[in-house]
């Protein structure tokens, strides 16, 4: 048999060499593949959060008859003033006399008095403060079942609802959580706040700004009855959702005599007239419910 020749042997031998390259080629591209398939893509960075838009400022507290303003001019204490506004809405201040700041904001009211101080030739460049300090045109009306009715003022830094409660002492003990404000904005109307709930559920969009001459009133809590085979028969403050049970454990429970069948309400109706319905003690009442407990028999 002849014996392979050596160029044979070279061009196998250049052959494995190629085809092991070409192998391990395929794997680091393998390789590759596999680690950018395991690197997650990029996200981007999430923007910054914009600030939320500003709301409307609120309209100025105008001055009024009988409102008390200090008015300050800086540099110049001898001309410093603290007066009360004429039925006519003017102050009377050194050098310029009687001016007219009613009807206008603080703010407008010391441009008012500069102008007055550089156009009469007192002043070069007058810088003119005015504060309010005490308000009597700016004021609401608060009545019904409160600590403390009566008028109230509004300065600016207390026009809210529950500002002006908390002025009033807050509600008396027999006061309902329900507060009616009558705003007579060219014409009247009337808007109800339930405070409880507003604070319960956060939210404090009803606690309304007050406007000069609004008028809060805080009714009566609702209540419902109890009496007959009961603990301690008389009237109660109804609460939402409250049930027959609730009625009459807050009525001290029935007492040993008391028929637990014997458990009726009296509800007024629409029409004026009174129905006298059977009761279970998961049935919620409602205002002016009367609850009344028979006494067995045996």
Same mark, same amino acid.
Do not use: W
């Given at each position: 048999?002849?014996?392979?020749?050596?160029?044979?042997?070279?061009?196998?031998?250049?052959?494995?060499?190629?085809?092991?390259?070409?192998?391990?080629?395929?794997?680091?591209?393998?390789?590759?593949?596999?680690?950018?398939?395991?690197?997650?893509?990029?996200?981007?960075?999430?923007?910054?959060?914009?600030?939320?838009?500003?709301?409307?400022?609120?309209?100025?507290?105008?001055?009024?008859?009988?409102?008390?303003?200090?008015?300050?001019?800086?540099?110049?204490?001898?001309?410093?003033?603290?007066?009360?506004?004429?039925?006519?809405?003017?102050?009377?201040?050194?050098?310029?006399?009687?001016?007219?700041?009613?009807?206008?904001?603080?703010?407008?009211?010391?441009?008012?008095?500069?102008?007055?101080?550089?156009?009469?030739?007192?002043?070069?460049?007058?810088?003119?403060?005015?504060?309010?300090?005490?308000?009597?045109?700016?004021?609401?009306?608060?009545?019904?079942?409160?600590?403390?009715?009566?008028?109230?003022?509004?300065?600016?830094?207390?026009?809210?609802?529950?500002?002006?409660?908390?002025?009033?002492?807050?509600?008396?003990?027999?006061?309902?959580?329900?507060?009616?404000?009558?705003?007579?904005?060219?014409?009247?109307?009337?808007?109800?706040?339930?405070?409880?709930?507003?604070? /319960? !559920?956060?939210?404090?969009?009803?606690?309304?700004?007050?406007?000069?001459? *609004?008028? $809060? +009133? @805080?009714? %009566?809590?609702?209540?419902?009855?109890?009496?007959?085979?009961?603990?301690?028969?008389?009237?109660?403050?109804?609460?939402?959702?409250?049930?027959?049970?609730?009625?009459?454990?807050?009525?001290?429970?029935?007492?040993?005599?008391?028929?637990?069948?014997?458990?009726?309400?009296?509800?007024?109706?629409?029409?004026?007239?009174? /129905? !006298?319905?059977?009761?279970?003690?998961?049935?919620?009442?409602?205002?002016? *419910?009367? $609850? +009344? @407990?028979? %006494?067995?028999?045996?």
């Amino acid at each position: 048999m002849p014996k392979p020749h050596r160029s044979f042997f070279l061009r196998a031998a250049c052959g494995n060499v190629a085809t092991f390259a070409l192998t391990a080629m395929l794997a680091c591209v393998k390789t590759a593949a596999a680690a950018d398939a395991q690197i997650p893509p990029q996200i981007p960075a999430p923007a910054a959060p914009t600030a939320p838009p500003s709301g409307q400022a609120l309209p100025p507290v105008l001055l009024g008859p009988g409102d008390m303003v200090r008015v300050v001019v800086l540099e110049n204490p001898e001309l410093t003033a603290e007066t009360r506004l004429s039925v006519q809405g003017t102050v009377g201040l050194p050098l310029l006399g009687e001016v007219s700041i009613g009807n206008r904001s603080t703010v407008d009211a010391a441009n008012v008095i500069s102008d007055g101080y550089r156009k009469g030739r007192y002043l070069r460049d007058p810088h003119v403060s005015v504060t309010l300090v005490e308000t009597r045109s700016q004021r609401v009306l608060v009545l019904g079942h409160v600590v403390k009715p009566g008028q109230y003022p509004l300065d600016g830094s207390s026009d809210r609802l529950t500002d002006i409660l908390a002025l009033a002492g807050g509600r008396a003990e027999n006061g309902a959580d329900t507060v009616v404000v009558t705003r007579r904005d060219g014409q009247p109307h009337r808007l109800e706040v339930d405070i409880t709930r507003m604070y /319960r !559920e956060g939210d404090l969009s009803r606690d309304i700004h007050l406007q000069n001459g *609004d008028m $809060i +009133f @805080v009714p %009566e809590a609702p209540v419902f009855y109890v009496y007959g085979a009961v603990q301690r028969a008389g009237s109660y403050r109804l609460e939402p959702s409250t049930t027959v049970m609730a009625a009459l454990s807050l009525g001290g429970g029935l007492t040993p005599r008391a028929s637990q069948r014997g458990i009726r309400i009296h509800r007024k109706m629409p029409d004026g007239s009174t /129905r !006298e319905l059977s009761a279970r003690l998961a049935d919620r009442i409602e205002a002016n *419910d009367v $609850i +009344f @407990v028979k %006494e067995r028999l045996f």
